[in-house]
């Protein structure tokens, strides 16, 4: 397929140039809830209402998917198990190059396949303002150079689902983050930026624990390249805002030796530094399979990565044999 950046660029343009639709929902049964009680800390400007966009030609899979934009007001959606329940939880970052979010392919459908493991998943709805690249917070760039505010989401949801773990039938100590591409860059970033909070407490929440107990990046970006330098430009160093150490929680990792968006070398250079602090990792990588699949099948093996996951969870005592 096409390059995800050239995707996300035909998603916005289409956005821009023609009637989009409303802002994203969830499926009838689920809620989206407000993960700020009141304005979210260090609101960037917007340049129009959130809006839900169908892509429908750059198909994934032969189907089209929804693109999210302009998102200011970032929500939660909690998908509950049917039948068994592990007592394991998911918070699934969509993709999309910090600028909109593949909600139903980086999304939706991963948590139905989640769910069907008897794992909760919770999707985040993160800020993707729309206002370039870095943000405008300085300080905050050196900790999450792409985009600070969605670190602040992630943080937040992270103590919100631990706050509400009795209620959702989950164990606190098997809280996971699942993302792809920029949402595997927000993966290392909160699986590297935990001891303290980005904004000041709110509430109860911000006093739990943001630490995800165990994390799985999908094709991540931005790991071995930051403003200004590429992965071939400086000699295959870890981006210096992800400060990896022994407490970064075990990791899975996957991503494609063609790869034409974001390089095989993000997740090579974050695997090294896992592995030389001795952070259990593991990682996949394959000949083919591109970029942006998310979990629809195709004829490739790398589209097969669900079960490795299954496996991988099992064996580091996150979901029963």
């Not at 660029?9 to 809830?33: D, E, F, K, M, N």
């Not at 800390?41 to 892509?55: H, I, R, S």
């Not at 690249?133 to 602040?152: S, Y």
Request: glycine share 8%; proline share 10%; net charge negative.
């Amino acid at each position: 397929m096409k390059p995800l950046m050239f995707t996300v660029c035909i998603a916005l343009a289409l956005g821009r140039l023609y009637a989009q639709g409303p802002a994203w929902q969830p499926s009838p049964g689920h809620t989206q809830v407000p993960i700020w009680p009141g304005a979210a800390p260090d609101a960037q400007p917007v340049a129009g209402p959130e809006a839900a966009t169908p892509v429908t030609d750059e198909l994934v899979a032969g189907r089209p998917w929804i693109s999210v934009s302009q998102v200011s007001r970032p929500t939660m959606t909690v998908y509950s198990p049917e039948g068994k329940n592990t007592g394991a939880a998911v918070v699934v970052f969509p993709g999309g190059g910090y600028q909109i979010l593949a909600i139903d392919l980086e999304g939706t459908e991963v948590c139905d396949w989640l769910t069907s493991k008897g794992i909760t998943c919770v999707l985040l709805k993160y800020r993707v303002p729309d206002s370039g690249p870095h943000g405008d917070n300085k300080c905050k760039c050196q900790v999450n150079p792409k985009a600070p505010t969605a670190l602040e989401d992630a943080q937040r949801t992270m103590g919100l689902v631990r706050l509400h773990a009795a209620e959702w039938h989950i164990d606190p100590h098997k809280v996971g983050v699942l993302g792809f591409s920029a949402g595997g860059h927000l993966v290392a970033a909160i699986s590297t930026h935990y001891e303290r909070r980005l904004y000041p407490a709110v509430d109860a929440a911000d006093k739990e624990s943001c630490r995800p107990d165990f994390a799985v990046a999908m094709y991540p970006g931005h790991l071995c390249e930051w403003p200004g330098h590429s992965c071939s430009d400086h000699g295959f160093e870890l981006n210096p805002s992800i400060h990896v150490t022994r407490r970064t929680p075990p990791t899975f990792l996957l991503q494609n030796e063609d790869d034409h968006v974001d390089n095989v070398d993000d997740a090579l250079v974050y695997y090294i530094a896992l592995k030389n602090a001795g952070v259990p990792v593991e990682i996949h990588s394959y000949a083919q399979g591109g970029h942006a699949f998310g979990l629809r099948p195709t004829k490739l093996p790398a589209t097969h990565w669900p079960e490795l996951v299954e496996t991988w969870l099992r064996s580091i005592g996150m979901i029963p044999e």
